[in-house]
């Protein structure tokens, strides 16, 4: 049986519950966990292991205890070490010309943070003109990697840039009546437009795309001030249409107990998800995982998306 353990400082602290959550709808990953009241005073840093492989490194954001008259418990949440980038306000004076990774790596360095691509750079454009103004970088990060059509994940403590629904999972897959006993099935067309129209910073860097399906009189405009050109409002807009249609379907399921396969590793990547009843067999893509574990029992929740288009398998 796969075994979750937790250390703080470095030390095993043992719990009577734990949470940890990978998305790829937020960069910094998430845990909340219980356990036996200890001295807590500033945000120790954190770490999850399954089967003494590290699949999650942050630190503390919160710590309270609770006493009750059937138990003395600690409750504490944190996020993984991109958190402390995506709190931070901070300026950075005009640089031209500059590759998305080096960017992102020139800024990520000052939180302890690396930079490693699974795409190929020499196929994204330069950025002609980045600075901050007392901003999140993230909130800037994510700007640019829309335009360039990819994103942004945290593994480990590394930022990866990568494509949307970057590959196949090998040797997964989810069918109900064999590894999972039901699936919920959702539509949501709330998200999609008709019009989608991007502004950039300056007159001329403005794109409109439209997606026929939705609605004539749906429209969304965005205002993104480090768009500089037309083709890069373009870009943008087109993820924008791409992501909402992806975010049209989606998968939730849990399956009992804990899996190598199945931690961050596994987000922003595509598996098979069959239920007959449903007739429903599609490719999905992973888009968050939680690992959940108590004194009884332990499961693994998956929500899953319609990929952005399908990758090379790895």
Known sequence: MSRLTLFISGQRIPFLSADVSFSIEQLAHTFT?????????????????????????GAIDTASSNTASSEFAMSLSGRSLSANMIDSKITMDAVYDQALGALIASVASDFGLTVTSLVDTSALGVIEEFQINAESPVDNFSQLAKEQGVILIERNGVLTIENPAHATLQRVRLEVGKNIKSITIDRNFTKQFYHIEVQGQWNDAHAVVTYAPANTQRKMVIVSDQLQSAASCKARAEYERDLAIAQGLTVSTSIPGLFDELTGDAINRIIPVIDTRQQFNEQMLIKSLTLSVNDSSSETKIELFRPFEEKADV
């Open 33 to 57: 966990c219980s356990i036996a009241p200890m001295v807590i005073t500033k945000p120790l840093s954190v770490e999850f292991k399954l089967n003494d492989k590290r699949i999650f490194i």
